[in-house]
């Protein structure tokens, strides 16, 4: 492969001259420029595993809170339907204990009933999750005597 090209033309035969082939030493990346990919390929990979784990994170902390918002649900539907004068709703304040599912954490519901005028009482909920120390949920339910028990 590194022989001479013979050029005829008017003037007569010419040698072209070849570039002398690259040694076999020579092929390939050099030392640097393999460093470099794989460090710029271990910084793209950091940055991606960071976003994965944020986003699980993420993901089970919606799933925490979409979980004790359901309860909270189900607790005011609970106040929602008891008469007026029902034993739960006198003025003061009480606490049960849940579980959302069987293997999670248990969930505290703590509320607190305040009566506003003969026709109206305040009913504030608030949610924790035992062994956590994330933001309590908390919701407010007003109860009319008119439409109690409905």
Same mark, same amino acid.
């Given at each position: 492969?590194?022989? =001479? $090209? /013979?050029l005829a033309d008017a003037d007569g035969i010419r040698c072209?001259?070849? =570039? =002398?082939?690259?040694?076999? *030493?020579?092929? !390939?990346?050099?030392l640097i420029e393999v460093l470099f990919a794989a460090? +710029? $390929?271990?910084? +793209? &990979?950091a940055g991606t595993a960071e976003l994965l784990l944020t986003s699980i994170e993420v993901d089970r902390k919606s799933d925490r809170t979409v979980s004790l918002a359901g309860?909270?649900?189900?607790? &005011? #539907? @609970?106040?929602?339907?008891?008469?007026? #004068?029902?034993?739960? &709703?006198?003025?003061?304040?009480?606490? $049960?204990?849940?579980? %959302? @599912? =069987? #293997? *999670? %954490?248990p969930v505290t519901v703590a509320w607190t009933v305040v009566e506003i005028s003969e026709t109206l009482k305040k009913v504030k909920f608030t949610l924790t999750?035992?062994?956590? *120390?994330?933001?309590?949920?908390?919701?407010? +339910? +007003?109860?009319?005597?008119? /439409?109690? !028990?409905r």
């Open positions: 492969m590194n022989e =001479p $090209i /013979l072209l001259e070849m =570039p =002398p082939a690259k040694a076999a *030493a020579e092929k !390939g990346f050099s460090g +710029l $390929i271990s910084f +793209l &990979l309860l909270l649900s189900s607790e &005011l #539907d @609970e106040f929602k339907a008891k008469p007026f #004068d029902a034993p739960e &709703l006198v003025p003061g304040s009480g606490e $049960i204990v849940l579980r %959302a @599912e =069987p #293997d *999670a %954490a999750r035992e062994g956590r *120390a994330a933001r309590p949920l908390e919701a407010v +339910l +007003l109860i009319t005597r008119e /439409l109690a !028990g």
